[in-house]
């Protein structure tokens, strides 16, 4: 299927692609939600549209949430699908997952890969982008020992684990960079990033694999993945791409970043019950990565390079239920109300002293993920303390980011159903708690 077939299959009707899943039943429909004209960046600023999409989330009142980086909440008729296909699920048992499951995944794959504009051959559903990324780096198996596998403080810890792990699975030596961070007077850009990889790599020329996160959790800085790639093949390095945080939040072509190994979430921003991941792997290059545990030697599917158990099924099942919501909206939109959300209060918190925004404004690097440091405080409990203290005192739910090398920060993430006033709320707590120090 062409990727304008793909597009075509997943923006339309999104059919079950098996009778298996049509029989489950027609599931809640969804609430008419009509795009007003104009471009994203109009769309971002359309109060009245925003108000229509967050009647379509159940949101609880104790706390002005921004802290949506851990998982997207499902949207009521994503929500209404889920409980419905679990009832339906746990009520038609084995006779089921005897009989119609692996045909429903043959569906359900072929609209996943439609949304990722890849090919349904070259993915699996998995529970999470954690547990792709660990069967993508545990499996590499093109290092010898001695080779150099390159990651850096910004990627996600479990991936950085994983890669730690490979001097005892392949002999390699792992190498941790440091990303250079903004200052106060000065943010950072592109050149930045691609001169730090440059030097990175020139610092490390035993380099065999090389790990990125498209967009990292601990910051929300976007990388410029496809000219970093290029360097990187350029040397004959291959490259494993951490995309869990920017599918759905950023309106990107996986092809186009030119790696051949993506672990994704759907749960996060594109808004799928918890459990809802995938593995991609080129076609050309499936062969680099091991079957799971010697699972069907010599198999060239993708799906043998995971081995999930027994999932939930349900919730794999809601998917298209998922894409369905998410394509009323659109990713562009979503991403450019993201960011307008984020200049809210980036925008005054620049102004404030002893505060730094971890992220530049470029929207090239940053969508609405987002990550400040106070002066001085870098420790766990520090920063635990300021968490607390927005959440009790101020009514506002962040997050504290341990990662970055130069210590720990607090993240800012807001999603589609907060509005203006929530950022302002979050302006209002900031003053007062900079203008104590």
């Known amino acids: 299927m062409t990727s304008l077939s793909r597009r075509k299959f997943i923006n339309g009707a999104l059919v079950a692609g098996t009778a298996s899943v049509v029989?489950?039943?027609?599931?809640?429909?969804?609430?008419?939600?009509?795009?007003?004209?104009?471009?994203?960046?109009?769309?971002?600023?359309?109060?009245?549209?925003?108000?229509?999409?967050?009647?379509?989330?159940?949101?609880?009142?104790?706390?002005?949430?921004?802290?949506?980086?851990?998982?997207?909440?499902?949207?009521?008729?994503?929500?209404?699908?889920?409980?419905?296909?679990?009832a339906w699920v746990n009520r038609e048992n084995t006779h089921f997952a005897r009989w119609d499951l692996g045909k429903t995944y043959v569906g359900l794959r072929e609209q996943v890969a439609g949304f990722l504009n890849v090919g349904a051959d070259e993915i699996a559903l998995t529970r999470g982008a954690t547990e792709a990324l660990q069967a993508l780096i545990?499996?590499?198996?093109?290092?010898?020992?001695?080779?150099?596998?390159?990651?850096?403080?910004?990627?996600?810890?479990?991936?950085?684990?994983?890669?730690?792990?490979?001097?005892?699975?392949?002999?390699?030596?792992?190498?941790?960079?440091?990303?250079?961070?903004?200052?106060?007077?000065?943010?950072?850009?592109?050149?930045?990033?691609?001169?730090?990889?440059q030097q990175s790599l020139d610092a490390n020329p035993k380099t065999k694999l090389l790990l990125l996160t498209h967009l990292n959790n601990w910051t929300g800085l976007i990388i410029p993945v496809a000219k970093i790639a290029a360097m990187a093949k350029a040397r004959g390095i291959d490259v494993i791409l951490d995309a869990a945080h920017s599918v759905g939040q950023v309106d990107f072509d996986i092809e186009q970043l030119g790696c051949d190994f993506v672990g994704v979430n759907l749960h996060k921003w594109a808004g799928a019950p918890i459990g809802c991941g995938v593995v991609y792997i080129n076609k050309e290059h499936v062969q680099d990565i091991d079957t799971y545990m010697a699972k069907s030697p010599g198999s060239n599917k993708v799906t043998a390079r995971i081995d999930t158990g027994t999932?939930?099924?349900?919730?794999?099942?809601?998917?298209?239920?998922?894409?369905?919501f998410h394509n009323q909206i659109g990713t562009a939109n979503k991403e450019a109300r993201l960011r307008y959300l984020r200049s809210l209060w980036v925008d005054k918190a620049r102004g404030m002293k002893g505060l730094t925004v971890l992220t530049p404004d470029d929207p090239a690097m940053v969508a609405g993920l987002t990550s400040?440091?106070?002066?001085?405080?870098?420790?766990?409990?520090?920063?635990?303390?300021?968490?607390?203290?927005?959440?009790?005192?101020?009514?506002?739910?962040?997050?504290r980011?341990?990662?970055?090398?130069?210590?720990?920060?607090?993240?800012?993430?807001?999603?589609?159903?907060?509005?203006?006033?929530?950022?302002?709320k979050l302006v209002d707590a900031l003053k007062i708690i900079t203008n104590e120090l």
Not at 311 to 324: D, F, G, Q, R, S
Request: aromatic content about 8%; some cysteine.
């Open 311 to 324: 999932v939930n099924m349900a919730a794999h099942m809601a998917i298209p239920k998922t894409l369905e």
């Open 138 to 197: 545990g499996g590499y198996n093109k290092l010898s020992p001695g080779d150099t596998v390159l990651y850096a403080d910004l990627d996600y810890s479990e991936m950085k684990t994983a890669m730690r792990w490979l001097a005892d699975r392949r002999g390699a030596v792992p190498v941790k960079v440091n990303f250079p961070e903004p200052t106060k007077n000065k943010s950072l850009t592109e050149k930045d990033i691609l001169s730090f990889y």
């Open 372 to 399: 400040f440091r106070l002066d001085g405080v870098t420790t766990t409990e520090a920063n635990n303390a300021l968490m607390k203290r927005l959440a009790t005192e101020f009514g506002v739910l962040t997050t």
């Open 401 to 424: 980011r341990t990662g970055p090398a130069t210590g720990d920060c607090i993240r800012v993430t807001p999603s589609f159903y907060n509005t203006p006033d929530d950022m302002m």
């Open 23 to 86: 029989s489950a039943g027609a599931g809640a429909s969804v609430p008419p939600i009509l795009k007003p004209a104009g471009s994203a960046d109009s769309v971002a600023t359309d109060e009245k549209f925003w108000h229509a999409v967050a009647q379509n989330y159940d949101v609880t009142n104790d706390v002005t949430n921004l802290e949506n980086g851990y998982w997207g909440i499902m949207a009521t008729p994503v929500l209404q699908e889920y409980q419905r296909l679990t």
